[in-house]
């Protein structure tokens, strides 16, 4: 059974799970309200609704390489 979007890993999590984890850190939030530490999601993006739940998650910025997507600046 495949979990992940990419063609490459067989078995991996998806990336939304892996960036709901690094946002959960302590350490991370402390770093991010610093402004020492960013997180720039760029990992299985499709749709709008994928741009909103990585920012809902914790990204600061979602990069996407779709000719029909732009980024927003939230």
Same mark, same amino acid.
């Given at each position: 059974m495949? *979990? %992940? =979007? =990419?063609?490459? *890993?067989?078995g991996? /999590?998806p990336?939304?799970? #892996?960036l709901?984890? &690094?946002?959960?850190?302590? #350490? &991370?939030?402390? %770093?991010q $309200? %610093?402004?020492?530490?960013? &997180? *720039?999601?760029? +990992? =299985? /993006?499709?749709?709008? +609704?994928?741009i909103?739940?990585? /920012?809902?998650?914790? %990204?600061?910025?979602? *990069?996407?390489?779709?000719?029909?997507? $732009?980024?927003?600046?939230?």
């Open positions: 495949t *979990l %992940a =979007g =990419g063609r490459q *890993l067989d991996a /999590i990336s939304l799970y #892996a709901d984890k &690094i946002c959960q850190s302590d #350490a &991370i939030r402390e %770093a $309200h %610093a402004g020492t530490f960013t &997180i *720039l999601f760029d +990992s =299985g /993006i499709r749709t709008g +609704s994928d909103l739940k990585a /920012i809902a998650l914790g %990204a600061q910025g979602v *990069l996407c390489a779709s000719p029909f997507m $732009h980024f927003r600046s939230l």
